[in-house]
Nanobody, 123 residues
Framework: QVELVESGGGLVQAGGSLRLSCAAS????????MGWFRRAPGKEREFVAG????????YYADSVKGRFTISRDNAKNTVYLWMNSLKPEDTAVYYC????????????????WGQGTQVTVSS
């Protein structure tokens, strides 16, 4: 079992920045690829970014490429999502997820999920 707790969400103006954190506990964090997903109001949950267990491979949705950066610190059992140049359409609940099988963008491959943190971008 892996427990995931997100933090760092909040209200920010368009063009601003936020850093989300996801703290993991339970099984060995470094065994898992990690992903960030988001669900905007009235929409399906979508993949945002993913990072391999060692941090060497990263993958981004086209909508955030060049603005968001995913990173991890295995010594701290934490994965981060650095969000820059935020837009109102980035408003969503952001979730982190853990996948023992490897880096992927499909929601179904992730076994463990956090409760989410709200990000609101005002125009």
């Amino acid at each position: 079992q892996v427990e995931l707790v997100e933090s760092g969400g909040g209200l920010v103006q368009a063009g601003g920045s936020l850093r989300l954190s996801c703290a993991a506990s339970g099984r060995t964090f470094s065994n898992y690829a990690m992903g960030w997903f988001r669900r905007a109001p009235g929409k399906e949950r979508e993949f945002v970014a993913g990072i391999s267990w060692r941090g060497t491979n990263k993958y981004y949705a086209d909508s955030v490429k060049g603005r968001f950066t995913i990173s991890r610190d295995n010594a701290k059992n934490t994965v981060y999502l650095w969000m820059n140049s935020l837009k109102p359409e980035d408003t969503a609940v952001y979730y982190c997820a853990a996948d023992q099988g490897g880096l992927g963008s499909a929601e179904g491959v992730y076994e463990y999920w956090g409760q989410g943190t709200q990000v609101t971008v005002s125009s």
